[in-house]
């Protein structure tokens, strides 16, 4: 089931660069969080894949029980992650995007950090297949826009970095053409690539806010204006602010893993 696109509360600026406001509702949250968001966060995907790899090789009660324990899911799970989680399914059902390998899968320790952008795939417009990254933050700070847009890991630089820096841009195609060979997707990473190739710049490029406090325009407002200057030739900048019903977000990664649970 698609997560809500929500009520838009503000529109700024004009292609190619936008930014918009969004609300869900207790609602809309909760039918996210309890389907789609939690299929997103746990990997199930990943699971079965790995799942059916294993299949015929826990021929014993002990076997089963470690081939349990290797796919089960984690005891704990950060704000932020959840965060990322709503991101990649709002901007897979709303966006047309893809993001096939989740950071999730290339962790070698469970609630570790990975550099680089924090979505990576495709998106799709007109012309057909293009590569599409994005970065995530997510904050209850009563401050607009939060002070996570600031600093040498805020949206600010990392959105700069995306559409300034043809290395990172580069790197990112590169990571992705790893674990693209004998994927259903490798069509979309070819196509991609050729228009990469032909144009740099022709990628789609999401910034994306989880906030939990009173709707402000502030929070992405003075990035739009920046981001649209000296914005290159077919790219594509959209900037959003997700907001969830106040005071959510503090507990919202403990309220997914006792989701799985059954708990609630």
Known sequence: M????????????????????L?????ELNAA????????????????????IFAGLAETGFV?????????NPDKVENWRVGEAIALAYLSD???????WPNERSQKKRGSSLPGADLVGFGI???????????????SEKKYPPGIMYGPTGLKRQMEDLRDNLATRDDLVKYLGHHA??????????????????NSSDVHIFGFLVRDVEPNQNDLGSRVKALDK???????????????????????????????????
């Not at 696109?5 to 918009?20: E, K």
């Not at 709303?94 to 096939?100: A, L, Q, V």
């Not at 259903?184 to 190739?197: D, E, I, M, N």
């Open 2 to 21: 698609k997560v809500d696109a929500g009520n838009v509360l503000y529109d700024l600026g004009q292609p190619p660069c936008t930014g918009v406001g």
């Open 64 to 72: 089963q029980d470690s081939l349990k324990r290797l796919l089960e």
């Open 33 to 52: 969080l309890d389907d789609r968001v939690a299929t997103v966060l746990f990997d199930d995907e990943g699971k079965n894949n790995i799942g059916n």
């Open 181 to 198: 060979i004998s994927t259903p997707w490798l069509h979309r990473f070819r196509t991609a690539t050729a228009r990469y190739l032909q």
């Open 125 to 139: 417009d007109d012309s057909g297949d293009c590569f599409a990254f994005g970065e995530v933050k997510t904050s």
């Open 230 to 264: 000296g914005c290159p030739d077919g790219m594509c900048i959209e900037l959003f602010a997700l907001y969830l019903p106040q005071g959510t977000i503090d507990r919202i990664g403990e309220r997914m893993i006792s989701g799985r649970a059954g708990a609630y």
């Open 23 to 27: 609300e869900w509702s207790n609602e």
């Open 94 to 100: 709303h966006r047309s995007c893809c993001f096939p």
